[in-house]
């Protein structure tokens, strides 16, 4: 079985560019989340979509939006790149959107912003 | 705001030692708590965790969750180097479809 892919796996932007990160959940899920792990900090929750609907976002500006598609694949969208959106971008995906669902990761889209 | 803390921060054993991390969470509406590996880029998942007192276990690992004291811990008994990464305690509560992660364990594990 696939896992979870993401694309590119490295994305050099400047400041002022839009970025577009992609994802593909395991085949059968429906749920995508989006985190952000800058260096030296810990994963930080971006957005969750669920059947086509963004169901949740965690503390990121609106320049931080995306969508997820009739396939459930999902982009994230990052507008007028500052340097410090520089990080490693992870998409995972599980079952449904239920809390106790187990989410599996893809490995990342890394984001460097000159 | 929901709150998930882990420690140490890093450990560095050697391999055959035995090791504890610590994960404390203040998560409001609690529902799971699960526990990621997370060598290179992705996490992995280690163990899902709902009820107190119940061990899980997988080879050398094994985990605990004690809903009462807000805490759960991780085992790694017998360490060998691929055991070396970053170990990430999770909460999902509050807000749903949400998860809160801690800053991570660093594990090192020499030969």
């Known amino acids: 079985e696939a896992g979870v892919t993401q694309s590119p796996t490295h994305l050099i932007k400047t400041r002022g560019q839009q970025a577009t990160l992609r994802c593909s959940p395991i085949?059968?899920?429906?749920?995508v989340y989006w985190y952000q792990q800058a260096l030296g900090l810990g994963l930080q929750f971006l957005l969750w979509?669920?059947?086509?609907?963004?169901?949740n976002r965690g503390n990121f500006p609106p320049r931080f939006s995306g969508r997820q598609f009739p396939n459930y694949s999902s982009e994230l969208n990052v507008n007028a790149l500052e340097l410090e959106d520089s990080a490693l971008y992870l998409c995972?995906?599980?079952?449904?959107?239920?809390?106790?669902?187990?989410?599996?990761f893809g490995p990342g889209t890394r984001l460097l912003v000159l | 705001e929901d709150k998930v803390v882990q420690s140490p921060l890093s450990l560095v054993v050697h391999e055959g030692d035995t090791v504890t991390l610590n994960c404390s969470y203040e998560?409001?509406?609690?529902?799971?708590l699960l526990w990621y590996k997370q060598e290179k880029k992705a996490p992995t998942f280690l163990f899902m965790l709902?009820?107190?007192?119940i061990e899980k276990k997988s080879g050398r690992l094994s985990s605990i969750l004690d809903k009462k004291e807000l805490f759960s811990i991780l085992n790694i008994t017998a360490t060998q180097t691929g055991d070396s990464a970053v170990y990430l305690c999770?909460?999902?509560?509050?807000?749903?479809?949400?998860?809160?992660f801690g800053q991570g364990t660093i594990l090192t594990v020499h030969p």
């Open positions: 085949s059968g899920h429906t749920s």
């Open positions: 995972a995906s599980s079952l449904g959107g239920m809390l106790l669902e187990t989410q599996y």
């Open positions: 979509y669920d059947e086509g609907e963004e169901r």
């Open positions: 998560v409001t509406n609690f529902r799971s």
């Open positions: 709902t009820s107190s007192g």
């Open positions: 999770v909460s999902g509560g509050t807000s749903y479809g949400k998860l809160t």
